[in-house]
T-cell receptor, first 117, second 110 residues
Framework: GAVVSQHPSRVICKSGTSVKIECRSLDFQATTMFWYRQFPKQSLMLMATSNEGSKATYEQGVEKDKFLINHASLTLSTLTVTSAHPEDSSFYIC?????????????FGPGTRLTVT | GNSVTQMEGPVTLSEEAFLTINCTYTATGYPSLFWYVQYPGEGLQLLLKATKADDKGSNKGFEATYRKETTSFHLEKGSVQVSDSAVYFCALSDLRGLTFGKGTHLIIQP
């Protein structure tokens, strides 16, 4: 199997605080992890791609100083939303890709619902 | 750049009806193609995939064939169930990762 977990599943925080979301590949090593954001009834928007041991690659329009990504090991990537504001409220989903020759599929975590009050 | 276009929903069908969700793509090279499904409140699950032209992906009664000549990957199921109600995303895989369509909300009524 290929299981990806996220923690927490839901979080409510006050405006101005920071929130960390963890993404773990439970039964495989993931050289590449991805972070997506999903607005209600919309598709997933890729925020950034992180490779173990190197800096994340952010998509255009995504503030790297606001959305800090750390891929510290082959099984863990974290997304920290710094100085959160209500407009950051969203569903954040991570995914992980196995190190195969082909680009292949990604395995998705169950998502984290962030609400900023 | 690469892009995926899929039919907009919601699509509402009666149980046991035939389902088709259209998906077309624009890409350079030869991407892999996927259908993902998202049930309410959950993350995405891989439904099926095809990695080269004329490949047919299938799972849980769903099928899709990679048609290079029409750049399409339409999702079909012969007889849908209420439990198939979900949002379905067509996607292609390129060097950056996955590019998703906007999703199609499928509602199956008993």
């Amino acid at each position: 199997g290929a299981v990806v977990s996220q923690h927490p599943s839901r979080v409510i925080c006050k405006s101005g605080t920071s929130v960390k979301i963890e993404c773990r590949s439970l039964d495989f090593q993931a050289t590449t992890m991805f972070w997506y954001r999903q607005f209600p009834k919309q598709s997933l928007m890729l925020m950034a791609t992180s490779n173990e041991g190197s800096k994340a690659t952010y998509e255009q329009g995504v503030e790297k100083d606001k959305f800090l990504i750390n891929h510290a090991s082959l099984t863990l990537s974290t997304l920290t939303v710094t100085s959160a504001h209500p407009e950051d409220s969203s569903f954040y989903i991570c995914s992980a890709r196995k190190p195969t020759l082909n680009q292949g599929e990604q395995y998705f975590g169950p998502g984290t619902r962030l609400t900023v009050t | 750049g690469n892009s995926v276009t899929q039919m907009e929903g919601p699509v509402t069908l009666s149980e046991e009806a035939f389902l088709t969700i259209n998906c077309t793509y624009t890409a350079t090279g030869y991407p892999s193609l996927f259908w993902y499904v998202q049930y309410p409140g959950e993350g995405l699950q891989l439904l099926l995939k095809a990695t080269k032209a004329d490949d047919k992906g299938s799972n849980k009664g769903f099928e899709a064939t990679y048609r290079k000549e029409t750049t399409s990957f339409h999702l079909e199921k012969g007889s849908v169930q209420v439990s198939d109600s979900a949002v379905y995303f067509c996607a292609l895989s390129d060097l950056r990762g996955l590019t998703f369509g906007k999703g199609t909300h499928l509602i199956i009524q008993p």
